[in-house]
Structure formats: C-alpha cells, structure tokens
C-alpha cells in the first residue's frame, strides 16, 4: 500500500524551514528518501532502517518512528538548491528486509523555495 | 566514475509495436532495478535482479519481459505498446545484492523516456 505524504506541496523563502511527512499503514522495514528534480533521476537523501532512529547530513535530517510507521524529512534553512519534489519510499516489514530495493513510494511533495 | 546509463534517452513507438530498453548498471554493481514513473507520478517498482535471476516482481504488465545478462546490464522489453505505457522508464543499480555492501542507496540512471503515439 502506497505511503501518504504531506503536505503535497510547499513554498518557501530561501533561509526557512520545512517539514515533510511519510505515513504508512503498514509495517515497515525502512524508509527511504529522494529529491527529484524535473525531468531528472531521483537523487537518495536518506535512509532510516526500523528501531526508530534519527539521521542526518548537512542542514537535511529526517526521523522515524516505528511505533507509528512514520517518517519526516527536516529541511532547514532551505537553499535554491532544495527545490524538487521529494519522495519517501518504503520497505515493507513483512518482506523480512529481503526486497532491497523494491520501494513503494508516497505520492510525492512539491518542494519549491524562492529567493 | 561512470553511473548507471540507460539507453536510449527517448523512444518514440505507435501503438502495438514492440520497444527494449538498456540499462548498464555501475561497475560491480549486481542488482539491477526497473521503475516506471507515468507524468506527475511517482516511480512504480516494475522487476529487479540479482546475479542475473529475477528477485523481486512489482507491477510489471505481462506484455513486459526483462533479464539481467551475464555482463549485469539488464533488457526491458515491452510489447504491444499501450497509450498508457508512456513515460520515463528508470533502471537503478545497487552493490551485492543483500546486507552486504548494500547500503540503501538507489543508484538511478537518466531514465528513458516512452512516447506511445
């Protein structure tokens, strides 16, 4: 089943912060995250494995909760650069962490920061 | 060093006509996967492999059909083309299939771009 992110969209101003959400219903193994710029090949962020954990790397960190099978990406002080789309893909916990790779994806949220 | 790459960038097919698409993944790269992201979409997991055998199946239709080769690069091969196969076509790669050496990164190509007419 499809994760749900949200916001679907967001606009900023260079210098603010954003927040994106990645919720599943089921049981998950990991959570992974990309950027995707137009007409682009999605780029890998991050990724959080279940045990719940917190990661990051430059002014970009994200977390996981597995009690409630979600994940949020932090964008902080956000750059021109940080516009795309970003997408949270998930492994399901029933597949034993075996299906590497084999991601479902949220819908996707429209990240867009202006000057 | 190079990444995966994938031909060709953009096809072009009518209807009913048949269409493969190439991927070669990074050097000592031995996991190959196939996505298929439809405009405004997100990426549809299609088929992967590891060592040449197929490891995981997705939303594939039955008119598609992919291998892995011994060289590792992979084939995706479409059939009666449908108005609906149009979109961007996506091979990533991965190191040593498994716990070892994979690290979760998804390694994508440019993608090859489908126009159904």
């Known amino acids: 089943q499809q994760p749900v992110q949200s916001p679907q969209a967001v606009i900023l101003r260079e210098g603010e912060d954003a927040v994106i959400n990645c919720s599943s219903s089921?049981?998950?193994?990991?959570v992974h995250w990309y950027r995707q710029k137009h007409g682009e090949a999605p780029v890998f962020l991050m990724i959080l494995l279940k045990g719940g954990e917190q990661k990051g790397h430059d002014k970009i960190s994200a977390s996981f909760n597995e009690k409630k099978q979600q994940s949020s990406l932090y964008l902080t002080a956000s750059q021109l650069s940080y516009s795309g789309t970003y997408f949270c893909?998930?492994?399901?916990?029933?597949?034993?962490?075996?299906?590497?790779?084999?991601?479902?994806f949220g819908q996707g949220t429209i990240l867009t920061v202006h000057p | 060093a190079a990444g995966v790459i994938q031909s060709p960038r953009h096809l072009i097919k009518e209807k009913r006509e048949t269409a493969t698409l190439k991927c070669y993944p990074i050097?000592?790269?031995?996991?190959v996967y196939w996505y298929q992201q439809g405009p405004g979409q997100d990426p549809q997991f299609l088929i992967s492999f590891y060592e040449k055998m197929q490891s995981d199946k997705g939303s594939i239709p039955d008119r598609f059909s992919a291998q892995q080769f011994s060289d590792y690069h992979s084939e995706l091969n479409m059939s009666s083309l449908e108005l609906g196969d149009s979109a961007l076509y996506f091979c990533?790669?991965?190191?040593?299939?498994?716990?070892?050496?994979?690290?979760?990164?998804?390694?994508f190509g440019e993608g090859s771009r489908l126009t159904v007419l």
């Open positions: 089921k049981a998950l193994y990991s």
């Open positions: 050097s000592r790269h031995d996991t």
């Open positions: 893909g998930t492994e399901s916990a029933d597949a034993g962490g075996t299906s590497y790779g084999k991601l479902t």
């Open positions: 990533a790669s991965t190191p040593q299939g498994g716990i070892y050496g994979y690290t979760g990164e998804l390694f």
